[in-house]
């Protein structure tokens, strides 16, 4: 190699030091951020009226937490799903953490199943945060409808299943899903089309969670006496 192409390379190398630089950077914080939502979980749950506090600790609002995360960190496939996961997890255990510190008790039972489903569930919420920047059509429209279908799927649970509950999350919960399916819709998708595929999409993704998540209890029930 020659000083003139040696001195060439340099650029490349720093700009892949810096870019590598910027990705741990962004990775810390999404990973701090989400210590800090789980910290900041249970304090919710006793500082927010109680008509909304279940805003503080419900499936919605954690989901699009991750969700957001994930694609601000801009990184895609696998290690999307797989940062996902390390969010959801991170969320789990400093709201154990803290729910022990503000003299509360959560037992390490409870704890093991919610970072189980954690596990599960994370990586699909980090491929469909990572599928809005995709280029494939079908894999847009998927990541569009996924958010909102948390959201509306929460939301009708709630209001059907949970009748003692204030109706006031239930309510914003579903208005603020289908805000954002809106919304996501025009921004990325477009063609009338696209957004009909992608709300047929929002709809079965909101039933199938409704089910699922309807089982959750008889599941936790059974598996943490």
């Given amino acids: 190699m020659t000083a003139s192409s040696a001195d060439s390379a340099l650029p490349t190398t720093r700009r892949g030091t810096a870019a590598g630089s910027t990705v741990a950077l962004r990775l810390l914080i999404v990973v701090l951020a989400a210590a800090l939502v789980g910290s900041l979980t249970p304090v919710g749950e006793h500082v927010l009226p109680r008509s909304i506090n279940a805003v503080a600790n419900s499936s919605g609002p954690w989901t699009i937490i991750t969700f957001v995360l994930v694609y601000w960190s801009r990184v895609r496939g696998w290690a999307a799903a797989l940062l996902a996961a390390i969010v959801l997890v991170t969320m789990d255990l400093t709201f154990a953490l803290f729910v022990d510190a503000l003299g509360g008790y959560y037992p390490h039972r409870y704890l093991a199943f919610w970072v189980f489903i954690a596990l599960c569930v994370g990586p699909l919420v980090g491929l469909c945060a990572s599928w809005l920047r995709s280029s ?4 847009q429209e998927i990541a569009v409808a996924a958010p909102s ?6 939301g009708v649970y709630m209001l059907a299943r949970l009748p003692g509950l204030s109706i006031i999350y239930p309510v914003l919960s579903l208005v603020v899903g289908a805000t954002l399916l809106g919304a996501l819709a025009v921004a990325r998708l477009r063609r009338p089309v696209r957004i009909a595929i992608s709300f047929a999409i929002c709809v079965a993704a909101s039933v199938a ?17």
């Fill in 209 to 225: 969670f409704l089910e699922v998540y309807g089982l959750l209890p008889l599941v936790l029930d059974k598996v943490v006496p």
């Fill in 136 to 139: 494939q059509p079908r894999l």
């Fill in 149 to 154: 279908a948390v959201l509306i799927g929460e």
